[in-house]
């Protein structure tokens, strides 16, 4: 009897076809142990509910038998990676949803052919950190990343603090990624180390493991404070637990212990749980699920079987807290923070903010490519569009709502075209200003149409060439202020367009500092112009302000909390912030100015990540009627 969603099934029938069941989410989450080895290398994925102890199932195939893999995932979508097939290692990468039973499919290729490396992810990005490179014939401390909701190749990230295999474990938060134990540099290690996921860089010391081992647990098994490892060879095989609090780093702490020495099993875990699957011990492939509360310490207990004994498995759950979507995703009013610069290196990711709620915001994806350098961005209420760069003349574009990688949108006119002001009302982007191929200071304005895709269109010119200057908009004008003129000074000149219309830009006034690489934010009547660098070249941190219908010079607004230049900022109609952070200044402070009144900043909160130079756009910019 084939399985029909349409009528009522009897009980057996209901057994029967329960592994092709649509998942509820509302009924529980679901984790899965994928590829491995029985008597050789196998293909499939199994299924069990963390919330429900009980017998593995069968829920579908990998695209080929594997071993020695990394699993992670979202909250919907499960990650298969690497591993050692017939060929050798392998660097491909494989997906399936996991809220219905189904096969793997392609999602893209690492940039080396790891197996037995770490892994974990958020709810966007996914990592992989080292593992034995079968094209290099040698352990790995590379570090690659892929953004989970969009299909795609892998990208370098940085580098482990040495090379990492033989299965070094894994621990991550929705922010931090934990690295622990493994072959070493080559030799069985006890130390842990950290990254933060939503920023590419290098590992850093984190502390020890109770004891040095490699082997281990496979996978993640962490709460949103605590991450735990587990298992291992010693030079025997180890029954030993640690954890960690992720936040803090320190040495791991006794937890207590599995039922049996075991290796080369694998974990997952949902909010509560952590389970261990499968696994090798002195003389027997396991079958064994077992589980442990993580709030408390103890010895794991009985959980179920699984349906293939297995080892060199891999495991991913979308119940791990750190692969949550944030509640109230995606914020009435959201801010986005693209790209730039973090210690000189470009970066790729994107992190939101909810403007209305202070310190509330996390990652929301990537940029298709590491790029900086371009001042604001432009959107309506569903897009946000980043206009060229210093990497890439290409404009991309992301739809507010949903989180993963960032489309192309077109081209600049220039072959080059960055550090240049964006800005937007809701229906046209401008680009003004910048360093393009034609000219080192340009005075060239392009747009674009948000709600279509395509290469920019000529505006026409503003009054004078310029770099590093900031643009802001109302729902009719665009204003262009400060830069770096072509006699290399920095300037005060404040230049305004139509929007709606094309032609040369017409001067308003002038700001109350002379400078360059300041920031700019606005509310639908109102500019603030911020920060930068005065002609002396120190950073200030004035804040002056226009209204956006007339002309005239711009007034005292009040003080940053910091002196600070390649600032970003974002804003509703009321609220503007301000990235208290700069290449001189190492913050992630966002600074929280009330639009309408004057005065100092209240501190919002903190970003995800500290870049500088970077992009940004808001659904609720003062140029959105």
């Known amino acids: 009897m084939a399985p029909s969603y349409s009528g009522v099934w009897n009980i057996s029938t209901q057994y029967q076809y329960a592994s092709?069941?649509?998942?509820?989410?509302?009924?529980?989450?679901?984790?899965?142990?994928?590829?491995?080895?029985?008597?050789?290398?196998?293909?499939?994925?199994?299924?069990?509910?963390?919330?429900?102890?009980?017998?593995?199932?069968?829920?579908?195939?990998?695209v080929s038998a594997s071993e020695d893999g990394m699993g992670f995932s979202s909250d919907?979508?499960?990650?298969?990676?690497?591993?050692?097939?017939?060929?050798?290692?392998?660097?491909?990468?494989?997906?399936?949803?996991?809220?219905?039973?189904?096969?793997?499919?392609?999602?893209?290729?690492?940039?080396?052919?790891?197996?037995?490396?770490s892994a974990f992810s958020n709810n966007v990005r996914g990592i992989v950190a080292g593992g034995y490179d079968t094209v290099a014939s040698a352990a790995s401390n590379v570090i690659q990343y892929i953004t989970i909701p969009t299909d795609g190749n892998a990208i370098d990230f940085g580098d482990l603090t040495a090379t990492r295999n033989d299965y070094p474990s894994s621990s991550a938060s929705s922010t931090r990624g934990i690295i622990a134990g493994g072959d070493r540099a080559g030799s069985r290690s006890n130390a842990i180390e950290y990254i933060t996921i939503s920023s590419a860089?290098?590992?850093?010391?984190?502390?020890?493991?109770?004891?040095?081992?490699?082997?281990?647990?496979?996978?993640?098994?962490?709460?949103?404070?605590?991450?735990?490892?587990?298992?291992?060879?010693?030079?025997?095989?180890?029954?030993?637990?640690?954890?960690?609090?992720?936040?803090?780093?320190?040495?791991?702490?006794?937890?207590?212990?599995?039922?049996?020495?075991?290796?080369?099993?694998?974990?997952?875990?949902?909010?509560t749980k952590a389970i261990f699957s499968g696994g090798f011990t002195s003389s027997t492939l396991q079958n064994v699920i077992e589980s442990v509360n993580m709030a408390s310490t103890g010895n794991a207990t009985d959980f179920g079987d699984?349906?293939?004994?297995?080892?060199?498995?891999?495991?991913?759950?979308?119940?791990?807290?750190?692969?949550?979507?944030?509640?109230?995703?995606?914020?009435?009013?959201?801010?986005?923070?693209?790209?730039?610069?973090?210690?000189?290196?470009?970066?790729?990711?994107?992190?939101?903010?909810?403007?209305?709620?202070?310190?509330?915001?996390?990652?929301?994806?990537d940029l298709s490519i590491k790029k900086h350098a371009q001042y604001g961005g432009a959107a309506n209420t569903t897009r946000g569009v980043f206009m060229g760069g210093y990497e890439s003349s290409n404009h991309e574009f992301v739809t507010f709502s949903?989180?993963?990688?960032?489309?192309?949108?077109?081209?600049?006119?220039?072959?080059?075209?960055?550090?240049?002001?964006?800005?937007?009302?809701?229906?046209?982007?401008?680009?003004g200003g910048g360093t393009t191929t034609a000219a080192s200071k340009s005075n060239a304005i392009e747009y674009i149409t948000i709600a279509s895709v395509g290469n920019s269109t000529d505006f026409g010119d503003l009054t004078i060439a310029r770099t590093?200057?900031?643009?802001?908009?109302?729902t009719?004008?665009?204003?262009?202020?400060?830069?770096f003129n072509a006699s290399n000074a920095n300037v005060n000149t404040i230049d305004y367009i139509t929007i709606a219309s094309t032609g040369n830009a017409t001067d308003f006034g002038?700001?109350?500092?002379?400078?360059?690489?300041?920031?700019?934010?606005?509310?639908?009547?109102?500019?603030?112009?911020?920060?930068?660098?005065?002609?002396?070249?120190?950073?200030?941190?004035?804040?002056?302000?226009?209204?956006?219908?007339?002309?005239?010079n711009a007034q005292d607004f009040g003080d940053l909390s910091t002196a600070t230049r390649f600032a970003t900022a974002v804003s509703n109609k009321t609220l503007a912030l301000h990235h208290a952070s700069g290449d001189s200044v190492s913050t992630n402070r966002l600074d929280k100015f009330t639009i309408a009144s004057t005065g100092n900043p209240t501190d919002w909160g903190d970003l995800a990540s500290v870049n500088y130079n970077s992009f940004s756009a808001s659904n609720s910019h003062g140029g959105i009627a």
């Open 476 to 483: 009719t004008r665009a204003l262009f202020a400060n830069g």
């Open 76 to 117: 919907t979508r499960g990650i298969y990676t690497g591993g050692n097939q017939a060929s050798g290692s392998r660097n491909q990468i494989q997906r399936f949803d996991m809220t219905s039973a189904g096969n793997g499919t392609d999602f893209g290729d690492l940039t080396t052919q790891p197996s037995t490396a």
């Open 306 to 365: 699984l349906a293939y004994a297995i080892y060199t498995g891999a495991a991913c759950c979308s119940g791990t807290p750190a692969v949550q979507n944030e509640d109230g995703f995606a914020p009435a009013a959201i801010g986005l923070f693209a790209g730039g610069l973090n210690a000189g290196a470009s970066r790729s990711g994107i992190t939101y903010v909810n403007i209305t709620t202070d310190g509330e915001g996390a990652m929301f994806g």
């Open 468 to 474: 590093e200057n900031l643009a802001i908009a109302g």
């Open 510 to 552: 002038d700001t109350s500092v002379t400078r360059r690489a300041g920031v700019g934010s606005s509310s639908n009547t109102r500019a603030l112009f911020a920060g930068g660098t005065v002609s002396s070249n120190g950073d200030q941190n004035v804040v002056d302000y226009v209204t956006i219908a007339s002309t005239g």
């Open 402 to 431: 949903t989180k993963g990688k960032a489309t192309n949108f077109g081209n600049s006119i220039d072959n080059a075209n960055y550090n240049g002001g964006t800005t937007s009302n809701e229906t046209r982007g401008i680009l």
């Open 20 to 62: 092709v069941w649509p998942f509820d989410a509302n009924l529980g989450t679901a984790g899965f142990f994928m590829g491995g080895i029985t008597t050789g290398r196998v293909d499939h994925i199994q299924k069990i509910i963390p919330e429900s102890a009980g017998n593995a199932t069968d829920f579908g195939n990998l």
């Open 201 to 271: 860089g290098n590992g850093t010391d984190f502390g020890d493991l109770t004891v040095a081992r490699d082997s281990m647990f496979n996978g993640v098994a962490a709460s949103s404070t605590r991450g735990l490892f587990a298992g291992g060879y010693t030079g025997s095989r180890s029954d030993v637990i640690d954890y960690i609090t992720i936040a803090s780093a320190g040495n791991a702490s006794d937890f207590g212990n599995l039922s049996a020495g075991k290796n080369k099993g694998a974990s997952l875990s949902n909010s």
